[in-house]
């Protein structure tokens, strides 16, 4: 990557010169070629993984194939990694850059081994953000003015918005530090050509929003002016290319990310200019407006009224609008924000002009170059400048956070972090705050001493490590080592970080083998899961597996080669367990594979006839904890039923619960708290001892998850929930989570900390994890997937300008034994303008924050409650903003920051989620609240606000680009009865058949010619049809992105299905709240009353 | 002396007196009480088995015997005991003179009932529980599984079998179950209770528990499907016994150096009688206990794990400073408890080089009248012997028979005391019960879950009656009479009831010590002299049994013998008296007595022994026999004597536990010199095959199978002849040695003894 940079530089001057191609040419090489191979050195079990790698779509396609296909992983080659994305950067001509990509992977293995790489269909994305960004400065001006002359008069402005440095940027801009910061910018425009403009740095979904659906284009219209829409179709492209002289904005794109050059080169011309343009007339548009303040770029203005404001502002009803005027009847619903996805690649560097580089959205597809800052997947601020006080922060009625995703999985074209190894005397550190050496330490007195950036320390630097500085005042040796110029990088631990050996890898299955498991036949889907599972594991001497089952008493296995048979061993205690076996019950996997193999099988039939109905969960985990104490490990449970006897059984509550729906207003979040203290207890012994507990709950009934779940959540370990549990819907997603659980990266017995400059303070983390002392937190286990919240607090004024930064540092043990540190650091400015908050807010970020802490109010407080919090703190923000970021503009008009403006949105959403209605299922919402309290930024969003796309209509739509077609609003006014649509929220995914959908599609989406003779209990099919075959790609594409087999489930019009459906659309006036419109409105309402 | 053995052949009986004193104040006087020594189900070639219901008294519940008086016309039979007059049945009708049922021929005082309804109900099988202990080395496991699969071999296919196996943790192996080996696993720390076990081993899986009551066996709430997992026949559980002992290892739980193995002997055998209780009460069934070392976990450990604190010996129980010892007695009591009310045996097979627990385990081991094995090892030929002994069927079998129940009525004026031997009190409570107790007391009944041919037990009596009422009595009837009835399974699974009723005559007043000499059966009277001092000396603390048997012998002799007052030298005592002085002698020099030479676990298992063998064979562990074997004669018994050394003597002595072969030192110089195989020496090798035949003769009989000792004069292994001997020359003798050994002791002899004797009992 590190060489990437510099071309990046060129890139602006290139990008005016016309230097692009050779630009193009020269970064693809390298990137290619790096990032395919250090992928796969780095991050074998991603390949593996299932919806990355190229196996995965067949899996994902059908239950019974999935397993066969693990063979495709070879994909992953980087040659054709390199075909996916040149792919599309050419066909992005027109359609999105994906399109050529797309078409590419309908062929199979090409398309595939991109998808893998990357979680997200990175390739085409990234092009056009790149594109984007370069275009941002000099072209852009003239490209709006061109292209669209209408919608954005002011030009000018637009470049310093965009970039972070503000004022100083615009003149600079043309030159490169210009460009490189406009990138983003433009990026903005892209999306805000798109439906809803997002912050204005990100730049991604520009190229696939556009082209991908008229109907989008609508709706951003509206909020842009009138005239951009219009401009979307093919004509606007063109137009806009001639701005694109702008090419520029390609040579900028192959800096950024190899792939997008060479692709780029040829068909440039046209792709771009469809982007491009889009973007343009969007950020033109702002700039104008706050060409005076940093702020106003940001935003989006509306195009009549705001011209001063950059900000997008929503004149709900109350005031007149250009697009809406009048009282809400009249707002237009298609004009208010909305979210765009994009399948835009956006290259990211973590770092510009010595500063901090605003990240793209969470759920963007990005590329990154870490050049000093960590990549934002792996630490996301929701501010990317610091207040300077506590005060400002409050006013700003934002949240200061962290969200750390330590082990994320980087885009497959990214340089693998470096391994850094300081041999036996370890890693540098401050001696003072034991903070690990940074590229922002700063080394002084010909390099003999080193400032900690964390404490302020001077430490002398060690004589091995000794090296004298350039005329810059950095080390000679900055730039070739990785530790000083790379935000994230790991050094390799020595014996002072190990209490013991490393832990081997120890995979100890638990099954349940009760009545009522072997009825549904979970047992069996479980058995088959973890046979085909064991062949994911990893191999060697160091891999050690156990296997047990349980009913009202636990059976465990004698493993050892020497017999002939595994030995069954009961444990029938359930109060006062105990392992039966010193040893020979956790056997290397190389000595017991037959075995175990045999005893899968046999475990199904063997208990077939079994009539206990009792299930022992506590005292199974705690047994099987006792026989991997002295190694700690990977526990995986297998549960059908409530834990009803033994250690921890839950019976108190069973009959409120057994009814699984909420028991009235009084007390009801009571039953969302765990039962008792006895799980929580065991689980902070487990994870004292380093076994980390998974538990698959395959059930048809209550099974109280909010006590179950207590114990995956102090491990570090994460629950599947499969209810109604079906044999043959759920079976294939059994298997893909557990085959992704077992192969993901992962680590054990791991450590974490965060150590902040000095001024603030670590409040809190939020995530699952043991807590023993106030600094650290203990994870049993830590994998690609888990993220952990970390709440911040002000101890200090902060002097403004300066820079603050922000590390984590996780020691943990990976697959193979080795011991390792992961320092991930985040630098940022600190400003004391609240303006300067608001334009750097991270909206992904701060919503996922305001999720997690909803979740976790919960169980503990009022729903009433919980459910005001979150719009309490929209309000305020908006609030904030309007009073102190906005006061030229008029009192009618509702006024959101750029950053911010989807806000509402998804506050709208949050308190419609399944864990805030109150009509939820309990262990509905019992799993909500354990989902989110892990889950990453970019699932977050999607959790709440779901993605729908029809899916009726594939085939005439198939030139568009990305696999995955454009989503559409979740609301019923978009949802036809002739249509099908797709909705997905990263976990589930419902597939909804109108009432009047053609026969046709139905059999050739389902086999079946009416609505009523598809089975309720739904498999997607592979049918012999193109139209069939897209619905599978499209549905594993979107398994890959989300790294999650999604349980699909048909809804049927008229079906209480059907139903269920229709509440996920939560623009509608549903579950006894507001209309997105309303919602809007009310906001408004709320901030008028509160400004007089 | 051979009319007593006639009386046993006949009864199974044998009594130090026959001939009763007649009033409390005369038996007190007698010194050796009034008891009998009876052999439940001694084999008789020619008893009469019965397929009938005996007829009973219909007031104290006798059986119809050859002493009850018969009114042929009026068709009633008058009770012995009770003087109640019964009508006979109806089917008795033709009752005559000359048309006997054979309860009544006067020789059949001892005769066997099989009633027809027994016959027709399905006889249970027996069953056997091996209990295994795996905390023993490697070679000792293979021996013992070896001896295992040949014990399985050798039982009838329809026998029960079950398999529990024990090291720090008891598994319960269900051999019922067909798709892997399985086993439950208890705890050993913890107490399995018979209610916990049938709930956590799933018997109430497939038929809902019982909302009340006692839950046992298929009668009472099991389906005979979860009985049928853990009890398998043997004739079908060959496979999966087979694939368990073909992979049991070692308890695999890691042992510190210095550390003993943790081992829930007592937790595993409870589990055992848990099982046995939940699955099959009532119905003869065995624990057979193998356990290679001492308890350390559990209810009942014997001693810690920590090495450093040796097992508990006999001088540290005398200190009372063993406080695992009384909590581990207690919970075996336990056990033996629960086993009594299932009607299940414990037998022990205890194999180690120290001690494992055997003096704990004796109170559950003897209640159950289970068999007991001592040995060093599992390889070694006293246990795979023994192990092949109880299996075997034959000419030599043991007669294994269970879930006995023995009652005894007697006449009005004798009361029962208690019993010594393998057996536990039923608590039948009645006016036959006298106030003291002497062993299992207090009862009139007694369940023996366990018996075999051999078992012979030790009956007290109490004579009521009081000297005032002579006159009256004695004019009409100076008989007692008393019945032994034995209810019990045999061998073949039927139920029988054996009934043997014994008259003996009593006297009283002057004159009568000639007819009470006349009864003497002083082998009788040594052994019950035994028994009961082994017994008071576990019961009673402070019990100084040298001196107690002193007084005992001098107050015999004082009484009995002929002498002036006095003059020691005038002393005499009546042949039938003569040789008691010698056994006492002799068991006061034995292990019974001397107890410090030997660890608790072997005074245990010699005392169990006793009390459970019949009078010959408990005659030869007070006072060993001895053969002598030379050119000039045949083989000749000799004096238990050092003087029965020689030079050109072989020597065979049987002290029952061990037999030994001593050779002479010439002999032994010939021998070593090979003379033997030559042809012209061929008298030489006759005369070395001659004991080897006779010890074979011995061991094949014995149960448990004795030690075989070979030794040459002046070796080592003499030792175990020579602590037999009567020390009349020692290394402080004047005189030289007549056969050339002296012992070293300060022991007196018996020449000393005597003198001491004579001298006291003429004060």
Redesign the interface.
Known sequence: MAAFVPPGAHRPGGNNSNQSPSAQQHPPPPNFGNSPAALADNLQNMNLNRPHSAPRPSPFSQPPPPYSFSGPSPGYRPGSQLMARPGPSPPNAITRPMGPPSGALPGVAPGRPMAPPGTRPPPPGSLPSSMGSHMGLSPRAPAFTGGQATAPPPPGVSPRPLTTGILTPPPPGPTQAGPVSNGPPVGSGPRFGSPGGMSSSVPPPTGPSSPSAPAQVPSMGPFMTGPPPTSMPAAPPFSGQPPFSAQPPFSGQPPFSVPPPPAMGPPQGSPFAAQPWQMRPDQMVRPPSGPGSAQPPQMYGMPAHLPNQSMTSISPGMAPTGASVGGPSKIDPNQIPRPIPSSAVILHETRQSDQANPPPPATSDYIVSDTGNCSPRYMRCTINQIPCTADLLATSGMQLALLVQPLALPHPSEEPIQVVDFGETGPVRCSRCKGYLNPFMRFIDQGKKFICNLCGFTDETPRDYHCNLGPDGRRRDANERPELCRGSVEFVATKEYMIREPMPAVYFFLIDVSMNAMQIGATAAACSAISQVIADLPEGPRTMVGIATFD??I??YHLKR?????????????Q?V?T?????VIVPLSECRQHLEL?LE?IP??FQN???AESAFGAAIKAAFLAMKSTGGKLLVFQSVLLSVGIGALSAREAEGRTNISAGEKEAHKLLQPADKTLKTMAIEFAEYQVCVDVFLTTQSYIDIASISVVPRTTGGQVYYYHPFSVLSDTAKLYNDLRWNITRPQGFEAVMRVRCSQGIQVQEYLGNFCKRIPTDIDLAGIDCDKTIMVTLKHDDKLPDGSEFAFQCALLYTTLYGQRRIRVTNLSLSVTSMLSSLFRVADLDAQFTCLLKQAAMDIPSSPLVQVREQPVNTCINILLSYRKFCATVSSSGQLILPEALKLLPLYTLALIKSTGLRPDGKIDDRSFWINYVSSISTPLAIPLVYPRMIPIHDLKTREEEGSIVPSSIPLSSEHISDGGIYLLENGDDALIYVGGSVDSGILQQLFGASTVEEIPSQFVLQQYDNPVSKKLNEVVNEIRRQRCSYLRLRLCKKGDPSGMLFFSQLVEDKNHGSMSYVEFLVHIHRQIQTRMT | MTEFLDLEAQDGVRMPWNVIPGTKQESTNCVVPVSAIYTPIKAFPELPVLPYSPLRCRTCRSVLNPFSIVDFAAKLWICPFCFQRNHFPPHYASISDDNLPAELFPQYTTIEYASPEEAQRPSMPPVFVFVLDTCIIEEELGFLKSALLQAIGLLPGHALVGLITFG??V?VH?LG?G?????????GS?EVTKE?LL????FF??KPKPATGVIAGVRDGLDAESIARFLVPASECEFAIN??L??LQRD???VPSDQRATRCTSTALSVAASLLGACVPGSGARIMAFIGGPSTEGQAAIVSKNLSEPIRSHKDLDKDSVPCYHKAVKFYEGVAKQLVNQGHVLDLFACALDQVGVAELKVAVERTGGLVVLAESFGHSVFKDSVRRVFQSGEHDLGLSSNGIFEINCSKDVKVQGIIGPCASLEKKGPLCSDTAIGQGHTSAWKLCGLDKATALCLFFDIAKKDGQDAAMQSTNNLFYFQFLTYYQHGSGQMRLRVTTLSRRWVAGPGSVQELIAGFDQEAAAVVMARQVSFKMETEADFDPIRWLDRALIHLCSRFGDYQKDSPSTFSLSPRLSIFPQFMFHLRRSQFLQVFNNSPDETAYFRMILNRENVANSVVMIQPSLISYSFHTGPEPALLDVAAIAADRILLLDAFVTVVIFHGATIAQWRKAGYQNQPEHQAFAQLLQGPHADADAIIKERFPVPRLVVCDQHGSQARFLLAKLNPSATYNSDAPAPGGDIIFTDDVSFGVFLDHLQRLAVQ
């Not at chain 2, 709930?199 to 799933?202: C, K, N, W």
């Open positions: 009202s008493t059976h465990f020497a017999l002939q048979q595994p030995l069954m061993l009961v444990v029938p205690d359930i006062d105990y039966p076996l010193q040893s020979d005893l046999s039939t063997m079994n009539r206990t | 720090t943790l598994q269900e179950f798709a892997m080996p399985k086993a439950y696993v208890f705890r913890k916990l709930e956590q081993m799933s899986a497939k694939a368990v073909d992979e695999p739980w890691p």
